[in-house]
């Protein structure tokens, strides 16, 4: 699966950005798709993520309520809609894909895009 995230910048916080991920190479029926991130000085952390069959959700404590993940079948495309953004949001963040919502999220995923940067200024 190859995948490339785009959307990234620089935002006042309270503002809001939206990040695109195209997903190519084979189908994502029995995948999850998702976002992590990874600020300077810390490890990568998991941020939201999608079962591309079901639609379910799933979110980090830290951005429910401010982040959606959405996905578009047709388009082959994953979304993340951030709103209120902190400061603390600053971070790369990286496109993922696995077969295991718990790999995903725990483990690390199989598949990973380039990060694109996001700046929340204070």
């Known amino acids: 699966v190859q995948l490339q995230a785009s959307g990234g910048g620089l935002v006042q916080a309270g503002g809001s950005l939206s990040l695109s991920c195209s997903a190519a190479?084979?189908?994502?029926?029995?995948?999850?798709m998702g976002w992590s991130r990874q600020a300077p000085g810390k490890e990568r952390e998991f941020v939201a993520a999608?079962?591309?069959?079901?639609?379910?959700?799933y979110y980090a404590d830290s951005v429910k309520d401010r982040f959606t993940i959405s996905r578009d079948n047709a388009k082959i495309m994953v979304y993340l809609q951030m709103n209120s953004l902190k400061p603390e949001d600053t971070a790369v963040y990286y496109c993922a894909a696995d077969t295991s919502y718990g790999s995903l999220r725990y483990r690390g995923a199989a598949y990973w895009g380039k990060g694109t940067q996001v700046t929340v200024s204070s």
């Open positions: 190479g084979r189908t994502l029926a029995s995948y999850v």
């Open positions: 999608i079962s591309w069959t079901t639609g379910s959700t």
